[in-house]
């Protein structure tokens, strides 16, 4: 499985960006973002399924949309209204049809106040 992000960078309190994943290598019926913070544990932010049922955490809802092409090879994450709490590497992830999980290299995100 291949995985390539993009998208990451520096933006401003309540500015925008967009994260972009395309995958490659097998079917997937998930996939999403999970991004982690400096001295903080991996986390889950969006996820969405073959089915497109979207999962958000908590702390990024009504903020982060998450959306996929129909083909599911490409999973997007468009953040609006950024706060430095958002700062982080953040990880495209993905889920095969076998059960197989995988992880891209990761982008930094940097929200500054």
């Known amino acids: 499985v291949q995985l390539q992000a993009s998208g990451g960078g520096l933006v401003q309190a309540g500015g925008s960006l967009r994260l972009s994943c395309a995958a490659s290598?097998?079917?997937?019926?998930?996939m999403g973002w999970y991004r982690q913070a400096p001295e903080k544990q991996r986390e889950l932010v969006a996820t969405i399924t073959s089915g497109t049922n979207a999962l958000y955490a908590d702390s990024v809802k009504g903020r982060f949309k998450i959306s996929r092409d129909s083909a599911m090879t490409t999973v997007y994450l468009h953040m609006n209204s950024l706060k430095s709490e958002d700062t982080g590497v953040y990880y495209c992830?993905?889920?095969?049809?076998?059960?197989?999980?995988?992880w891209g290299q990761g982008t930094q995100v940097t929200v500054s106040s």
């Open positions: 992830y993905v889920l095969s049809i076998y059960g197989h999980p995988s």
């Open positions: 290598g097998s079917i997937f019926n998930i």
